[in-house]
Nanobody, 121 residues
């Protein structure tokens, strides 16, 4: 059974940091591009970051550049999102997703159940 499980969410103050983790079972993450996306309360889901299969190529939404860092450890079959200098507008449910090469992040093959991040001012 394929599973992606996120962890690390929580309630923090503006300016704090959180590290989200994504652990995979039943699939080999090295075969996939890994993405993080989020869904703020009452809003559509939005792209946050993506990392290529080797971990070299990354891309971020403009509002999180410099503050967030996506990473992966193919040997451990995990991915992560380090979030620094959090802002109230980062409040959302965060999801990791495994995406086949060549597809948009939104056309993911698998995603986790999500982890909630709440940032208060």
């Amino acid at each position: 059974q394929v599973q992606l499980v996120e962890s690390g969410g929580g309630s923090v103050q503006a300016g704090d940091s959180l590290r989200l983790s994504c652990a995979a079972s039943g699939l080999t993450l090295s075969k996939y591009v890994m993405a993080w996306f989020r869904q703020p309360p009452g809003k559509e889901r939005e792209f946050v970051a993506v990392i290529g299969r080797s971990g070299v190529d990354t891309s971020y939404r403009d509002s999180v550049k410099v503050r967030f860092t996506i990473s992966r450890d193919n040997a451990k079959n995990t991915a992560a999102l380090q979030m620094n200098s959090l802002k109230p507008e980062d409040t959302a449910d965060y999801y990791c997703a495994a995406v086949s090469v060549g597809r948009s992040w939104s056309a993911y093959d698998y995603r986790g159940q999500g982890t909630r991040v709440t940032v208060s001012s």
